[in-house]
Nanobody, 117 residues
Framework: QVQLEESGGGLVQPGGSLRLSCAAS????????MGWYRQAPGKERELVAN???????NYAASVKGRFTISRNNTKSTASLQMNSLKPEDTAVYYC???????????WGQGTQVTVAS
C-alpha cells in the first residue's frame, strides 16, 4: 500500500504564492507519474500538473506559466510551486502517483488552497 503525505496549502491573497509538497512511501524507482489534481466546490476534479519519470511535465492551460512542478528523484517527493494565485485557484488539491508495474493511482488526503482577499 502506497501512502502519500501532503503538506503546504492554506490561505493566500490574490497574486501570492504557495508551495505544495508530496512525499510517497515507496521507492522512487517504482514511481511513474507524480502530480496534483484539484477540485473546487461544485466542480469536477481536474488535472493541475504532473511530471513523468523521465522529467517531462504537463500543465492545465489555466495554470501554465504560473505553476511549476518538480520532483526529487532521490526522495520520492514532488513539489508544486504556485505563483500569481487567483481566486479561481481555490480548491482542494490532491497529490497522486502512478506506479510503473501496476495500474491505477494512489491519492493523498488533499489539502485546501484558498485564494481570497
Amino acid at each position: 500500500q502506497v501512502q502519500l503525505e501532503e503538506s503546504g496549502g492554506g490561505l493566500v491573497q490574490p497574486g501570492g504564492s504557495l508551495r505544495l509538497s508530496c512525499a510517497a512511501s515507496i521507492n522512487i524507482f517504482s514511481i511513474n507519474t507524480m502530480g496534483w489534481y484539484r477540485q473546487a466546490p461544485g466542480k469536477e476534479r481536474e488535472l493541475v500538473a504532473n511530471i513523468l519519470k523521465g522529467g517531462s511535465t504537463n500543465y492545465a492551460a489555466s495554470v501554465k506559466g504560473r505553476f511549476t512542478i518538480s520532483r526529487n528523484n532521490t526522495k520520492s517527493t514532488a513539489s508544486l510551486q504556485m505563483n500569481s494565485l487567483k481566486p479561481e485557484d481555490t480548491a482542494v488539491y490532491y497529490c497522486y502517483v502512478t506506479l510503473i508495474r501496476s495500474l491505477g493511482a494512489y491519492w493523498g488526503q488533499g489539502t485546501q488552497v484558498t485564494v481570497a482577499s
